[in-house]
Nanobody
Framework: QVQLVESGGGLVPAGGSLRLSCADS????????IGWFRQAPGKERDFVAA????????YYADSVKGRFTISRDNAKNTVYLQMNSLKPEDTAVYYC??????????????????WGQGTQVTVSS
């Protein structure tokens, strides 16, 4: 069973940085691709970034390229999302999700099998 727990959200001024973490206590976490999604009020859940099981392949939405970095530490069963140069439009609930494959197929939410509870990120202008 995969149980994902996000942490690291908060309130930050525009231009600031946050690092989100996604942790799982299971032994198989390191075998899965992990993605980050976000959902603003009244909007759909959008793809942000994804990483393969080894960390060797990463994928980003155009809106965050050059500002966000996804990484993982399989020894700690944790995936990170480093967010720099934050903008008010980055405000959303951020979710991590596991896809039971070693490499993510794409950025569609329905492709992911397990989800965390989400963490709120608020960027003030």
């Amino acid at each position: 069973q995969v149980q994902l727990v996000e942490s690291g959200g908060g309130l930050v001024p525009a231009g600031g940085s946050l690092r989100l973490s996604c942790a799982d206590s299971g032994r198989t976490f390191r075998s899965y691709a992990i993605g980050w999604f976000r959902q603003a009020p009244g909007k759909e859940r959008d793809f942000v970034a994804a990483i393969s099981w080894s960390g060797g392949s990463t994928y980003y939405a155009d809106s965050v390229k050059g500002r966000f970095t996804i990484s993982r530490d399989n020894a700690k069963n944790t995936v990170y999302l480093q967010m720099n140069s934050l903008k008010p439009e980055d405000t959303a609930v951020y979710y991590c999700a596991a896809e039971l494959l070693s490499v993510p197929r794409g950025g569609a939410a329905y492709e992911y099998d397990y989800w965390g509870q989400g963490t709120q990120v608020t960027v003030s202008s």
